[in-house]
């Protein structure tokens, strides 16, 4: 960010539905979320807008306690996800239905938090599953928690973790937002080809010290069909969590993103240079 004149202050958020309140109320101008905080957002009347992909696949896994080990059995008990709204909401409520079972009738939905939070409820009994992404998920099989469903090998298209503003920032601040995107697609390019540096910011943001799960949890984040270098929005990602809605009849998905700044460096010839060095 830094050498492209910005100076970023991160702040955590637990799940991307708090992460559009923060866009929303102008806590922060720019966000890290998934498609379904941005969509659900701006059906209720803000301006918030999808700027770059990050990425664009469920790289998730549904999974229970050692106890349940079917779908059936999971019948009667709960599921942690964030917050509703949130990518979490929406991808349990796609594996449920997936294993043949009803959301909120055949299973509750809880609020419990981030993924090591969903593992700590599991851990505790506070409920019987939940879906993890990696690492999180390895630690989980490790400690004995069954999968229940691999939701990443059903293929779906899935708008998952990406950047997001507000189209006011974007009107007030257009070179910002520029610059900004420029510093993200040479982050990725950073994390995709730097391995040692990539795997040592890993251990650090995960507090992950077993380097067998570190360099799981990074090959299989770069893979280029989870996180793309050209970061477009995933629009077939996004008409998937549309679909789901069935507030979002007629939208389209072109109306919850902007495009021109990804397109300008790519147009450019920006990304491929970068991967050609």
């Known amino acids: 960010y830094a050498r492209n004149g910005l100076d970023v202050q991160l702040i955590y958020f637990n799940s991307g539905t708090t992460a559009v309140t923060a866009l929303i109320t102008g806590e922060t101008p720019i966000s890290q979320t998934a498609g379904p905080g941005v969509i659900n957002a701006t059906m209720n009347g803000s301006d918030t807008v999808m700027i770059t992909g990050g990425n664009v696949t469920l790289d998730y896994w549904m999974l229970s306690r050692p106890e349940i080990k079917t779908p059936e059995q999971l019948k009667g008990g709960a599921v942690a996800i964030s917050r509703f709204g949130s990518a979490s909401d929406f991808i349990v409520r796609y594996a449920l239905q997936r294993l043949g079972l009803t959301p909120v009738k055949d299973v509750a939905i809880l609020q419990v938090g981030s993924l090591t939070e969903r593992l700590a409820a599991m851990e505790t009994k506070r409920v019987q599953a939940t879906v993890l992404a990696p690492p999180a998920l390895y630690q ?129 010839g920006f990304i491929d240079k970068l991967y050609k060095k």
């Open 140 to 268: 989980a099989q490790m400690r004995g928690f069954n999968m229940l469903i691999d939701i990443a090998a059903l293929g779906l298209p899935y708008q998952a973790t990406g950047v997001a503003t507000t189209r006011k920032f974007i009107r007030e601040r257009t070179d910002v937002v520029r610059r900004y995107i420029k510093a993200h697609i040479e982050a990725v390019h950073r994390f995709k080809t730097d391995r040692e540096t990539s795997m040592k910011v890993l251990a650090k943001s995960l507090a992950l010290s077993d380097k067998q799960l570190l360099e799981r949890t990074y090959d299989g984040a770069i893979a280029e069909h989870k996180l793309p270098a050209k970061q477009y929005p995933t629009l077939e990602g996004l008409k998937t969590i549309l679909a789901s809605d069935p507030k979002a009849k007629g939208a389209k998905a072109e109306d919850f993103v902007d495009l021109r700044f990804i397109k300008e460096l790519d147009d450019s």
